[in-house]
């Protein structure tokens, strides 16, 4: 992947939610002009930004490279639409487990 088609994919998804590169920036703890760079091509941010820069987009770190943008609700849903019962339910405690965990800290 280039680094200057990361960056296109970053600006499209934030220009789609309609938010400034301002409002990105402080949501994954970064500055204004270091997403500006990244969205030129110009600077390649690090795992733990991409990650931050991907949940403030709320897109799959796997989609947006792509050019995909998909909500990550979107994406799970699609995944569970094709599970089986079971492992729906499986994905169920999984998730609820995350959820009661992180609501104790």
């Given at each position: 992947m280039d680094i200057t088609e990361l960056g296109k994919h970053i600006k499209t998804r934030r220009k789609?939610?309609?938010i400034s590169a301002e409002t990105l920036a402080e949501r994954c703890e970064l500055?204004?002009?270091f997403i500006r760079m990244i969205e030129r091509g110009t600077r390649l941010p690090s795992l733990q930004s991409?990650?931050?820069i991907c949940a403030a987009l709320n897109v799959?770190?796997?989609s947006l490279p792509r050019g995909e943008p998909r909500d990550i609700r979107?994406?799970?849903n699609k995944t569970l639409d094709l599970m089986m019962v079971r492992d729906v339910e499986l994905a169920y405690s999984l998730v609820s487990a995350i959820?009661?965990?992180k609501r104790k800290e």
């Open positions: 789609e939610l309609g500055t204004p002009d991409y990650y931050g799959s770190p796997w979107e994406s799970i959820h009661e965990k």
